[in-house]
């Protein structure tokens, strides 16, 4: 999400906060609109972050306190009481896009040492001297302390050394967070369109994770030795039998964030969710006997005693049976009064609770216990640094990186954005940043498999540090126009979508990755060795994001000169491409109504040439680097002009 489009949803929900509270004695008192704004975002954070409707009592804004805007106590993941002082400076979209005042920032940094130090002098605003005097009591009993500097602004580098310094000096029961505007984009995300739940969204963890947890489990009278089983194993485990209002509660409260170490968020549409949901609606004595149930991991279980009818853990996640979760909360959540009588009456669900911080080993129960959906390598690569990463990256942009499916809520997500998949974008990276054009076709069942795995694994190969979001975009751009370009049409005129099987898709990975080269001969050309400094996929990029006719066309242009190098290369070296059909990756059967159809018997050969190695490619690319463009090529990309693809084909 581009931080223009962001500033419009935040400056949407502050004009409707204007709206509602226009009997608000501070927004009469205040005249111009940036003040309205100003005090706007201090109740939008309050309700955002502080997750909290009384939001007078915690503004402590006013004269002669400007580093205290705000002042609230909240609890965090442990239980403990947090103090929050924000200083708040609201800007207008202008200066969205600019760094926050170094000189503003640092003053904000002077005065919270002053109210460190307790030096702080009583104001005229009574609201500030009652929760600053119940701050200071706070520290007195050394308490946690977190200081946030609130900006509509960017991060300014030249701050961190004042940053690093603050922390070093008083860490580790006062902290300092500078939440600028791209932090706030990108919570606004997690929290909004991702629909991740928490008691408190200040801190760096999901409550799931690390909180506190009362579980209630069922027990059985008498039969206190049958109950529950109890494995004395490397990792302390237990199943137990809970209720379906022991599911929903803890979905109710944790939402999506009960998945976050799961490889995805339930499947919405599952079949098997439908099944389960109507199982617990209409037979809920039988839901036992067709559930395999749910696995959760913990990260502390605690002995539990012969009577006990609850547990307190430290944290929850559940790492398979998200399906079941899901499905349980909406039957629950559906259902009446007497509908819920009745399921927690008769239907228990089987919990496996697990000790473990370990990532490989959740990883490996996860993938070994999924039968109801298949789980893709894909997921099991969802929490990878890298995958995370990227995903961050993506969100500067209106095309976002989904590493797990089902991780957005689909009904959400604002109109101007495009959730892509993992997958699409390592197909697009490879063929077009890494110049594999074949790969997408015969590497991609390996695309996402670990080589400590698989020694045949390829995603270190893939997902390093090299790897950059920009180029991942730029690649997607590309690969998406082509596929659209070369999508085969029905008998009405209507695309088709591309199968791995089908010819056109050698050739369109083909056009693709020639692009690149295409694209940095044609920049050389123009502009001799200053061309190593122009970013291809920056140039990209910003021609499809901005429109840039001028530059779609030269990119348009570049794909009829690359489609045409092809196949005038396979042309004139048609005396190498017989006798090679068996080793072709195509399925002739799968293809042979392309071939009646069109009656092109050369044009197969073609395709079964560039399909069995990447040998070709390669040689082509080699003699085209050291020949160079040639002056007519340069001439038809920069022609506004130039013909179709189609007709290109025909007159090159």
């Known amino acids: 999400m581009k931080t223009n489009n962001f500033y419009d949803v935040i400056d949407n929900e502050l004009e409707s906060i204007i709206s509602d509270y226009s009997s608000d004695k501070t927004l009469i008192k205040y005249k111009q609109d940036n003040q309205k704004k100003g005090y706007a975002l201090l109740i939008w954070f309050l309700k955002f972050y502080g997750q909290t409707l009384s939001v007078k009592e915690y503004i402590t804004d006013g004269n002669d ?80 302390v977190k200081f946030i500097f609130l900006s509509l602004c960017k991060y300014n580098n030249k701050c961190h050394d004042n940053i690093n310094s603050f922390r070093k000096n008083y860490d580790p029961y006062c902290e300092l967070e500078i939440m600028d505007i791209d932090k706030l984009k990108k919570d606004y995300i997690e929290f909004t369109y991702k629909n991740i739940a928490t008691d408190n969204p200040l801190e760096y963890r999901y409550d799931a994770e690390c909180c506190n947890i009362t579980l209630p489990i069922e027990r059985f009278g008498m039969k206190t030795d049958r109950d529950f ?91 398979n049976g998200a399906q079941t979760v899901y499905s349980i909360y909406l039957a629950y959540k559906s259902a009446d009064e007497l509908q819920r009588q009745v399921m ?46 990227l ?10 990186y989904s590493k797990r499916r089902g991780e957005f809520i689909k009904d959400s997500i604002p109109k101007r954005i495009r959730v892509v998949s993992n997958s699409v974008f390592v197909y697009a990276y490879v063929a077009f940043f890494q110049q ?26 893939i997902f390093n540090d090299n790897i950059k979001f920009i180029d991942m975009l730029a690649a997607y751009y590309i690969y998406n126009d082509l596929l659209m370009d070369f999508s085969e049409k029905d008998s009405n005129g209507d695309e088709k979508k591309i199968g791995i099987k089908n ?76 006798g090679e059909d068996n ?20 044009f197969m050969k073609i395709i079964r040439k560039l399909a069995k190695s990447t040998i070709h490619y390669d040689m082509l690319v080699e003699e085209l680097k050291n020949k160079g463009l040639d002056e007519d090529d340069v001439n038809y990309i920069e022609n506004e002009n130039s013909t179709s693809k189609e007709e290109a084909a025909v007159t090159k």
């Not at 949901?277 to 839901?287: A, I």
């Not at 995903?391 to 976002?400: A, G, K, L, Y």
Request: glycine share 4%; net charge negative; with cysteine.
């Open 65 to 144: 306190d400007s580093s205290c805007d705000i002042i609230f106590d909240k609890k965090d993941y442990f239980g403990k009481k947090v103090f929050y002082v924000i200083q708040s400076k609201w800007n207008n979209e202008n200066n969205s896009e600019k760094l926050f005042d170094s000189t503003e920032f640092k003053q904000t940094l002077n005065d919270f040492e002053t109210i460190l130090r307790g030096d702080k002098q009583e104001t005229d605003n009574d609201r500030f001297n009652k929760k600053y005097k119940e701050l200071i009591e706070h520290l007195q009993k050394n308490g946690q």
């Open 229 to 319: 089983i109890d494995y004395d194993g490397p990792s302390k485990s237990y199943i137990f039998i809970v209720k379906p209002r022991t599911i929903f509660d803890l979905f109710e409260r944790f939402k999506y964030s009960l998945f976050f170490k799961n490889v995805r968020n339930p499947l919405l549409n599952s079949t098997y969710n439908k099944a389960i949901t109507e199982t617990l609606k209409k037979r809920p004595g039988d839901f036992w006997y067709f559930n395999n149930g749910i696995t959760a991991i913990t990260k502390f279980i605690p002995d539990v005693g012969i009577r006990a009818e609850q547990i307190d853990i430290r944290g929850l996640q559940v790492i």
């Open 344 to 389: 927690d009456a008769d239907a228990r669900i089987t919990l496996r609770l697990i000790r473990s911080s370990n990532e490989k080993f959740n990883l490996e129960i996860t993938k070994y216990t999924n039968s109801q959906n298949e789980v893709k390598d894909s997921d099991f690569m969802s929490n990878d640094e890298v995958q995370i990463r």
């Open 391 to 400: 995903q961050n990256e993506s969100f500067n942009t209106n095309v976002w």
């Open 436 to 461: 594999k054009p074949l790969s997408p076709m015969k590497d991609s069942s390996r695309f996402f498999i670990s080589c400590v795995d698989d020694n045949k694994g390829l995603y270190e190969s």
């Open 503 to 578: 010819v056109n898709y050698i050739c369109m990975l083909h056009v693709c990755a020639l692009t690149k080269v295409i694209l940095e001969m044609y920049f050389k050309s123009k502009n001799g060795n200053d061309a190593n400094k122009i970013n291809v996929s920056l140039y990209i990029v910003k021609a499809y994001e901005k429109e840039d006719e001028k530059n779609m066309k030269i990119i348009s242009n570049v794909f009829d000169v690359c489609t045409n190098i092809l196949f005038s290369d396979c042309e004139n070296n048609e005396s190498t491409i017989d």
């Open 583 to 602: 080793e072709s990756t195509i399925d002739s059967e799968d293809n042979e109504s392309t071939i009646d159809s069109e009656g092109n018997e050369k």
